[in-house]
C-alpha cells in the first residue's frame, strides 16, 4: 500500500494536464464585423476573421459598430480547431487581446 501511495505521489504530477493556449500576435486593420465575425486585413492584404472575442476587448472596443472600421489593432489571439455543423474541422480564431494603434 506504502509503494502504491508513493507511486501516485509521483506519477499525479505527470498526469495533469496544462490548458493554457499559446497566443499569436498579429498587427491589422479593423476592416468590418459580419454574421458574428470580425474581419481584419493585415500588411499582405489578407483577410483574417474571428469568430470569439474574450470579455476585456470586447467592452474596451465595440467592434460590432462602425467605430473603428479602418483603425489598426495589435491583436492577441488564439486557434483552436473545431468542428462545424457538417462535421468538419475547422480554425476558430478567438481575440483574447486587443491594442489600438492609430
Not at 486593420?29 to 500588411?43: A, L, M, P, R, S
Request: without cysteine; hydrophobic residues 35%.
Amino acid at each position: 500500500m506504502k509503494t502504491l501511495l508513493i507511486s501516485f505521489m509521483l506519477l499525479s504530477p505527470l498526469m495533469t494536464f496544462n490548458s493554457i493556449q499559446e497566443t499569436e500576435k498579429m498587427t491589422a486593420t479593423f476592416e468590418n464585423y459580419e454574421d458574428g465575425v470580425y474581419y481584419f486585413i493585415d500588411k499582405d492584404g489578407f483577410s483574417n476573421g474571428f469568430h470569439h472575442i474574450t470579455a476585456e476587448p470586447n467592452e474596451a472596443y465595440d467592434l460590432t459598430t462602425k467605430t473603428f472600421i479602418g483603425k489598426t489593432f495589435l491583436i492577441t489571439y488564439t486557434n483552436e480547431t473545431e468542428m462545424d455543423e457538417l462535421n468538419e474541422e475547422i480554425n476558430v480564431n478567438t481575440i483574447v487581446s486587443l491594442k489600438l494603434m492609430d
